[in-house]
T-cell receptor
Framework: SQTIHQWPATLVQPVGSPLSLECTVE??????LYWYRQAAGRGLQLLFY??????ISSEVPQNLSASRPQDRQFILSSKKLLLSDSGFYLC?????????????FGQGTRLTVV | KNQVEQSPQSLIILEGKNCTLQ??????????LRWYKQDTGRGPVSLTI?????NTKSNGRYTATLDADTKQSSLHITASQLSDSASYIC?????????????FGKGTKLSVIP
């Protein structure tokens, strides 16, 4: 079965500090991977999208970056965090093909920038 | 532009009552539509999936409908329970170029009160 792992589950970081969130996928190869952010009381906002190793598309300009160093690894990073980077970060992947495409999510990382 | 709009943004109902959540989309070409339930601080979990040819699908007290002509979907919750309190997210999959794109609604936050 396919699963998505995210860590850490929660993170408190000071403003100006670096960030690295990791997402790994099991049970599939060459998945499309997504990073979403969900701010308090808001819907899911697509941040980055990757169709393969080294291929990253950014949906919104921001203080964050993403990398895909391996087929099943997707990393979200920042060199200097801002207060506005606080939120709930979700890694997701559409798994399967055709009419039964399933969108699987990791359990998320709650980031609080202080 | 591919979009998914959900209404209402938030809803408060009494325990035991029924409710209906709405989802309108402009995603094309359409692959499937899913309703997800997201508990606070957790990743979304799939409730139902609807393909182009399906009009209604039930999962326990949850019943989803799809009108592919008008590009509308609804999620009906019967005899609500306190545990139904969550955000409900409509997600539409788009097919194209060999990969499946996901478009997320912003969700409806449902609060069931005793």
């Amino acid at each position: 079965s396919q699963t998505i792992h995210q860590w850490p589950a929660t993170l408190v970081q000071p403003v100006g500090s670096p960030l690295s969130l990791e997402c790994t996928v099991e049970g599939t190869s060459n998945p499309n991977l997504y990073w979403y952010r969900q701010a308090a009381g808001r819907g899911l906002q697509l941040l980055f999208y990757s169709v393969g190793i080294g291929q990253i598309s950014s949906e919104v300009p921001q203080n964050l970056s993403a990398s895909r160093p391996q087929d099943r690894q997707f990393i979200l990073s920042s060199k200097k965090l801002l207060l506005s980077d606080s939120g709930f970060y979700l890694c997701a992947s559409p798994l399967g093909q055709g009419p039964n495409t399933e969108a699987f999510f990791g359990q998320g990382t709650r980031l609080t920038v202080v | 532009k591919n979009q998914v709009e959900q209404s209402p943004q938030s809803l408060i109902i009494l325990e035991g009552k029924n409710c209906t959540l709405q989802c309108n989309y402009t995603v094309s070409p359409f692959s499937n539509l899913r309703w997800y339930k997201q508990d606070t601080g957790r990743g979304p979990v799939s409730l139902t999936i609807m393909t182009f040819s399906e009009n209604t699908k039930s999962n326990g007290r949850y019943t989803a409908t799809l009108d592919a002509d008008t590009k509308q979907s609804s999620l009906h919750i019967t005899a609500s329970q306190l545990s139904d309190s969550a955000s409900y997210i409509c997600v539409v999959s788009r097919s194209g170029a060999g990969s499946y794109q996901l478009t997320f609604g912003k969700g409806t936050k449902l609060s069931v009160i005793p």
